[in-house]
């Protein structure tokens, strides 16, 4: 019990600083737009595992009427082939489509009754296999990510997309998203370069799950707030 207090005292003085911070650490919003391309589907590994890693540091982009979100991709899952918890496990159908798609393509899914969840699917067309996008730093709208969660960054620091069901309300992910191509110049929501060197990469377990749970698929940008769960994992 003391340990997780400390964690969670710990994650609160960090969170406060990530929300002082915020502004000057990142990029100015034109500056940021200007220099985030949108990935070919050729940059992207074709293996789960590979592309939960690789997609630490890139940029996640949601085109809008009201403007552009995006964010730095700091946490990932991998749900490879032939794993028990991944949706794609027991084969196709009408809900995990899009997992079946080319890497590179958007599924999201709804969970617990209240939250989206949006999956990057990572194996060749036809195979299953996706990567969750657990967490994120904001760079663009945040303002617009403080409306649509109803919360402050300024109060809630790293609240604001700390957790895939988190982010996905900050950044409008919902079923209209799923299916959509990630690498395509028509979509609306995008994978992007990055906006500044990537840090240095952790490998821990996943969390949440109740079947595969040691595997060690979780990627994470060390040093960083914004990354979800138990400080006590972060290896």
């Known amino acids: 019990m003391l340990k997780a207090r400390s964690g969670h005292s710990s994650a609160k003085v960090a969170g406060k600083s990530a929300a002082r911070s915020i502004a000057k650490s990142l990029p100015a919003s034109s500056a940021a737009h200007s220099r985030v391309r949108r990935l070919r589907r050729s940059e992207l590994p074709v293996d789960t595992e590979d592309l939960a890693r690789y997609l630490i540091g890139k940029t996640l982009v949601h085109d809008l009427p009201d403007g552009r979100l995006s964010g730095r991709i700091v946490e990932t899952e991998a749900y490879p082939i032939g794993d028990a918890a991944c949706h794609a496990f027991r084969g196709q159908t009408p809900r995990n489509r899009s997992l079946f798609l080319a890497h590179g393509t958007c599924y999201t899914y709804f969970t617990y009754g209240s939250c989206w969840m949006m999956n990057v699917a990572s194996e060749a067309h036809g195979v299953g296999g996706g990567v969750l996008i657990r967490a994120i730093e904001p760079v663009e709208g945040v303002n617009l990510m403080e409306k649509n969660r109803g919360i402050s960054a300024g109060t809630n620091g790293t609240k604001l997309t700390q957790g895939p069901g988190r982010l996905a ?8 998203q799923d299916g959509l191509d990630l690498c395509s110049s028509k979509s609306p929501i995008w994978l992007g370069t990055p906006v500044r060197p990537t840090g240095e990469i952790g490998v821990t ?3 949440g799950l109740s079947r595969e749970a040691h595997r060690p698929l979780r990627f994470y940008e060390k040093g960083s707030p914004f990354v979800s769960g138990p400080r006590r994992l972060l290896v």
């Not at 309300?169 to 209209?176: G, H, R, S, T, V």
């Open 205 to 207: 377990t996943r969390i």
């Open 169 to 176: 309300a900050a950044m409008q992910i919902n079923k209209a």
